[in-house]
């Protein structure tokens, strides 16, 4: 907090034309973060091409605190929620993303693990999209603790379908 303004950061990096495989690392207070607090990262051009990690309870907090999603999040078949335990401390997080399946996996250093893929309808093709990290405030609540949130992303690869490491320019920070 700045006074009593909270504020939320984002860093987006561009991508090109090609189906990917990405990895990153989550370092934080992963699995007993704030419920108004929402830690995302996404592949993303707009609302109906998306691909969402994200660690969040979205103000509730007995909910499930992290999901995977292809947007739009429509329906059921496109939003996978779990749950990772409080003492989670650092989760690995993969996206694998192709023609015909969109797939996530998880695990953190305590053993807990999640996968889900996606093949249904509308799967996004690659174009114009950003790769973003982001810390936003759910439906702009100040956090239920006066303590500052700090979560890093590291170790973070790009690499294409056919196996060439991406080296993508920063957007924005």
């Known amino acids: 907090p700045i006074g009593s303004n909270w504020y939320a950061g984002e860093a987006a990096l561009v991508l090109h034309q090609w189906y990917l495989d990405a990895s990153w690392r989550v370092i934080g207070p992963v699995g007993q973060h704030d419920p108004n607090v929402i830690v995302g990262v996404f592949v993303y051009r707009d609302d109906r091409s998306e691909r969402d990690f994200e660690l969040g309870r979205w103000g509730d907090v007995v909910a499930a605190n992290a999901q995977f999603v292809v947007a739009p999040a429509s329906s059921p078949s ?17 996206l694998r993303w192709r ?11 305590n053993g807990a693990a999640a ?41 973070f690869f790009l690499i294409t379908e056919n196996n060439a490491l991406l080296d993508p320019e920063v957007d924005s920070l």
């Open 115 to 155: 996968a889900w893929e996606y093949r249904g309808p509308q799967r996004p093709t690659p174009c114009g999209h950003r790769v973003h990290f982001n810390v936003w405030l759910f439906q702009g609540r100040r956090p239920t603790s006066p303590e500052p949130i700090s979560i890093r992303f590291t170790d």
């Open 78 to 94: 496109r939003l996978h929620r779990f749950r990772l335990p409080s003492d989670t401390e650092r989760l690995d997080v993969q």
């Open 99 to 109: 023609r015909d399946v969109v797939s996530f996996a998880a695990s953190s250093e």
